[in-house]
């Protein structure tokens, strides 16, 4: 059965550093997302993508914050300055037409 | 008006038991309400979902109940097994987003 992937599992980075999160969709999806959640709490929306544009975005997402599909099967999300309050699990997600979403394993994001 | 309230946060059940979990919205632009289980370690996995003009849906054990003047829906688990033991979402769609519920933990004692 096809599945969203996500790398790296686990990610360690520096106060103020970038970091990259990928994912490959399911691969005749048109319709991709992140989400993150903080230890302990709900997921919660980031970002919506369609047709190589931000369809919605949550206040969260804010300038430090962009997503990018760099070719047919990756899609990528970029924290430009890390803070110590993005740490969280971070959620791929991505769908074809109708309305289920599949979500993707999580990157575990600690910053320190 | 976006949010997803669920209850109870923690439940136990003994094995062959009823497991219930309650969620309420109040945004009526809702249209899609999905349940996810998350499994430690994992990413949540879609369970189970209704649209608002269905009032039950039942798939083996797993049923949602919803009451649409409530605003209220549920998810029964009929006959819980240890291996049911995971973290329950309940969601609400919106505008192509899901906007989900705290979760709740269910245990199921062997």
């Known amino acids: 059965e096809p599945e969203v992937t996500q790398t790296p599992s686990h990610q360690v980075t520096q106060m103020g550093q970038e970091v990259i999160l990928r994912c490959v969709p399911i691969?005749?999806?048109?319709?991709f997302y992140w989400y993150r959640q903080i230890l302990g709490q709900k997921v919660e929306f980031l970002v919506s993508?369609?047709?190589?544009?931000?369809?919605?975005k949550s206040e969260i997402f804010d300038d430090q914050f962009s997503v990018e599909r760099p070719d047919g099967s990756n899609f990528t999300l970029k924290i430009r300055s890390t803070k110590l309050e993005d740490s969280a699990m971070y959620f791929c997600a991505s769908r074809f037409e109708g309305e289920t979403q599949y979500f993707g394993p999580g990157t575990r994001l600690l910053v320190l | 008006q976006q949010q997803v309230k669920q209850s109870p946060q923690s439940l136990i059940v003994q094995k062959g038991g009823i497991s219930i979990i309650n969620c309420a919205y109040e945004n009526t632009a809702f249209d899609y309400f999905p349940w996810y289980q998350q499994f430690p370690g994992k990413g949540p996995a879609l369970l189970i979902a209704i649209r608002p003009d269905v009032s039950e849906k039942k798939e083996g054990r797993f049923t949602i109940s919803f009451n649409k003047s409530a605003k209220q829906f549920s998810l029964h688990i009929m006959d819980s097994q240890p291996g049911d033991s995971a973290t329950y979402f309940c969601?609400?769609?919106?505008?192509?987003?899901?906007?989900f519920g705290k979760g709740t933990r269910l245990h199921i004692l062997p």
């Open positions: 691969s005749n999806h048109l319709y």
């Open positions: 993508f369609y047709n190589n544009e931000i369809s919605e």
């Open positions: 969601a609400a769609n919106r505008d192509d987003k899901i906007i």
